[in-house]
């Protein structure tokens, strides 16, 4: 599975971690920045990493910054991404589950270092689940198609 990461100077710490414990579980990381503590705009990193995904550079994206509210804003910007701000396992799981959810946002100041390990790993365990809810991602989808 081949996994993107980014983050702006308020996630790089997590981003870190999150890379050596992907990489560790075998999988190929790729690392869309920031690559210091310099002050740097979440948009930008955001929208690169969602672009990736897009254009199936990588499988999933992984989105950190403070909060997790910022990139996943951003994220969501870039046309056929669904990115799920999570803090918890249960709704990382749901993400991909019912939403089908191709990357998900952490914030470095909201949630601890192991759970957001084990964030990660249930988002990237699930599986979609289809049906009705692909349905309704549709719709979701359908509603960016409309001009306003
Ligand atoms: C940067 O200070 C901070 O605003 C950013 O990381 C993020 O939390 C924004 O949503």
Known sequence: MKIGVSSDHG???LKEKIKLHLQARGME???FGTNSLDSVDYPDYGKILA???ISKEV???IAICGTGIGISLAANKVKGIRCANVSDTFSARMAKMHNNCQMIALGERTVGPGLAMDIVDAFLNAEFEGGRHGMRVSKIMEIEKEEI
Request: aromatic share 8%; no cysteine; proline share 0%.
């Open 11 to 13: 996630g790089i710490n």
């Open 29 to 31: 990381v790729t690392d």
């Open 51 to 53: 672009e990736a995904v």
């Open 59 to 61: 499988d999933y994206g």
